[in-house]
T-cell receptor
Framework: DSGVTQTPKHLITATGQRVTLRCSPR?????VYWYQQSLDQGLQFLIQ???????AKGNILERFSAQQFPDLHSELNLSSLELGDSALYFC?????????????FGPGTRLTVT | GENVEQHPSTLSVQEGDSAVIKCTYS??????FPWYKQELGKRPQLIID?????GEKKDQRIAVTLNKTAKHFSLHITETQPEDSAVYFC?????????FGTGTRLTVIP
C-alpha cells in the first residue's frame, strides 16, 4: 500500500457525461500527478499540482481539468466523455514539486465509457 | 517535447538469467529517469531511479545505467526470479514533464 488513495475504484458512464475522480496523496506529500493508462497508449502524464497550484501540464485534453484543494486532495474532472476516454486513471504523489521525485501511485480508477 | 522509446516490448528469460531493458530519450534537458514495475491489475511501483549527474545506480539485483551523451538508459535485472514477471516502464523528464516508455512485458520462465 503506497498511502495514496483513489475513489472510486470503478466507474461506468455513458458518452457525453461528466465524471470526477478523487485522489488523496500520502501524508506529507505536496505534489499530485494524474496519469492516464490505456491499452494502446501506455502511461500518459496529464497534469501536476503542487501545494494547490498547477505545476506542469502534459497531454491533457481541454475537456479534462483538475484542481488541488487546501487539504491537498485532488480531483480530476472529465467532461463530454468519449469512448476513447475509457482507461485506468492513476494519481501519484511526491514530497517535492520541482521536477519529479519518487512518485507513489494510487490503486487507480477504471473508467468505462459506454 | 520529450520522446521516450523503450525496447523490447516483450522479453522472456529463464529463471536465473539476466534481463536488460533499454530506453532512449530525445530531450537533452531531461534529468530524471525512473523505472516502474507494474504487475497485472496493480499500480506502477517505483523500483529504481537515476538522475543525470549519476552514470550508474544499483540496488541488490537491479541496476540502471545512464549514458547522457547517447541519450539512453537501461535497466538490468540479474538472477531473475518468477516474481520479477511484470510490465516494466521507463520514464524520462525534468522540471516540467515526465514521459513514459510503452512498457516491456517481462516473463521469467521457471
Amino acid at each position: 500500500d503506497s498511502g495514496v488513495t483513489q475513489t472510486p475504484k470503478h466507474l461506468i458512464t455513458a458518452t457525453g457525461q461528466r465524471v470526477t475522480l478523487r485522489c488523496s496523496p500520502r501524508s506529507g506529500d505536496l505534489s499530485v500527478y494524474w496519469y492516464q493508462q490505456s491499452l494502446d497508449q501506455g502511461l500518459q502524464f496529464l497534469i501536476q499540482y503542487y501545494n494547490g497550484e498547477e505545476r506542469a501540464k502534459g497531454n491533457i485534453l481541454e475537456r479534462f481539468s483538475a484542481q488541488q484543494f487546501p487539504d491537498l486532495h485532488s480531483e480530476l474532472n472529465l467532461s463530454s466523455l468519449e469512448l476513447g476516454d475509457s482507461a485506468l486513471y492513476f494519481c501519484a504523489s511526491s514530497v517535492e514539486g520541482d521536477g519529479f521525485y519518487e512518485q507513489y501511485f494510487g490503486p487507480g480508477t477504471r473508467l468505462t465509457v459506454t | 517535447g520529450e520522446n521516450v522509446e523503450q525496447h523490447p516490448s516483450t522479453l522472456s528469460v529463464q529463471e536465473g538469467d539476466s534481463a536488460v531493458i533499454k530506453c532512449t530519450y530525445s530531450d537533452s534537458a531531461s534529468n530524471y529517469f525512473p523505472w516502474y514495475k507494474q504487475e497485472l491489475g496493480k499500480r506502477p511501483q517505483l523500483i529504481i531511479d537515476i538522475r543525470s549527474n549519476v552514470g550508474e545506480k544499483k540496488d541488490q539485483r537491479i541496476a540502471v545505467t545512464l549514458n547522457k551523451t547517447a541519450k539512453h538508459f537501461s535497466l538490468h535485472i540479474t538472477e531473475t526470479q518468477p516474481e520479477d514477471s511484470a510490465v516494466y516502464f521507463c520514464a524520462g523528464g525534468g522540471a516540467n514533464n515526465l514521459f513514459f516508455g510503452t512498457g516491456t512485458r517481462l516473463t521469467v520462465i521457471p
